[in-house]
């Protein structure tokens, strides 16, 4: 295959257009185009690295991901994810023109991005750059990964004996995902106070978590569209309640005026993320132990602590968070 050129034509307020363009290899599907701007200390390796990252600080002096991160958030740093933009997207195949919010942009634009970047974790998903759909809804999202999925599983069967079992280590491979997606968004949280382009990570993260989890309810409701070349009657599925959460769940981000929702992920998509989907009896429990908390804190004081008491950078926890600290009465 030949070179490929990628470009999204962002327009902000329809008084300035970010252009982002991208030339893919087409050889190995090699990001051409090189990160912009001399790269800040956070786009450095050894800066927040993810836990699952297989590169050295010996070998590479910057996280990859990180490099052209960088050029997201300094274009789009005074900006909010609720932001209605136009964008254009072009891509060797077609151009797509609409409008939307912006972290729903920027999360397409980085599921070109990522899998190119030169992230070892990554590379894997690299088909779905070269063929990549932008503003992809979440049934074209499964459609496409499955179908990149089985033909690396045939590619594959043609050096080995046998083909495996469908979609074994598909799930694997988003928990992977997963873990760099959480490792970004802290490595993020320093380097811009716009909302933009973390809530385009949590929205990208969502879909390593729902993925995994969706297939056989939207496998079984996409097996109506090969019904002509099937023999047995198609099984009946009333569908995935996931699948309709992850579309509201998107919906009501992007006019949420305080853009916090996408990264305070719900509990229907926590129960996702940990592997204990939450029950009624829970939510009962949940919310009756914390009617008794604050029962028994009616008399508790808190003061917040001054600006110049506040934690040093040595006190944040292993995630990168700053550990909440208050004051409280003597009595």
């Given at each position: ?130 063929f ?45 995902l ?14 811009t ?19 995994p ?50 990264r ?8 996702i ?33 001054d ?19 208050y ?5």
């Amino acid at each position: 295959m030949k070179d490929s050129v990628f470009e999204y034509r962002i327009s902000v307020d329809g008084e300035r257009t970010e252009v982002f363009r991208y030339e893919v290899g087409g050889e190995g599907f090699e990001l051409i185009t090189e990160a912009e701007g001399d790269p800040p200390e956070w786009t450095e390796l050894g800066y927040r690295q993810c836990p699952n990252c297989p590169l050295s600080t010996d070998e590479h002096s910057h996280c990859p991901l990180a490099l052209q991160l960088h050029g997201l958030v300094s274009r789009f740093d005074e900006t909010s994810s609720i932001d209605e933009v136009e964008v254009e997207a072009r891509t060797p195949e077609r151009s797509v023109k609409q409008k939307a919010a912006l972290q729903d942009v920027l999360a397409s634009l980085l599921d070109l991005v990522i899998p190119v970047c030169g992230c070892p974790v990554t590379e894997v998903m690299k088909p779905l750059s070269r063929f990549h759909l932008p503003l992809a809804s979440e049934e074209e999202t499964i459609f496409r990964v499955t179908g990149m999925y089985l033909l690396t599983q045939y590619f594959q069967s043609q050096h080995a004996e046998e083909m495996a079992t469908p979609f074994e280590g598909l799930s694997a491979i988003y928990e992977e995902l997963h873990e760099l997606n959480t490792a970004v968004a802290q490595r993020l949280q320093h380097a811009t106070s716009s909302d933009s382009v973390k809530n385009a990570i949590a929205l990208v993260d969502m879909y390593s978590l729902l993925i995994p989890v969706l297939l056989e309810d939207q496998l079984a409701e996409l097996q109506g569209f090969f019904s002509s070349r099937l023999l047995e009657a198609q099984p009946e599925t009333a569908g995935s309640s996931h699948l309709q959460s992850a579309k509201a769940f998107r919906r009501n981000t992007a006019r949420n005026e305080d853009g916090d929702a996408a990264r305070e992920r719900p509990a229907w998509l926590r129960s996702i993320a940990d592997g204990t989907p939450e029950t009624i009896e829970d939510i009962v429990e949940r919310e009756r132990a914390l009617e008794e908390i604050m029962e028994k804190a009616d008399s508790l004081a808190l003061e917040p602590l001054d600006d110049d008491e506040a934690p040093e950078e040595s006190e944040l926890s292993d995630k990168g968070s700053r550990r909440a600290v208050y004051k409280l009465p003597d009595d």
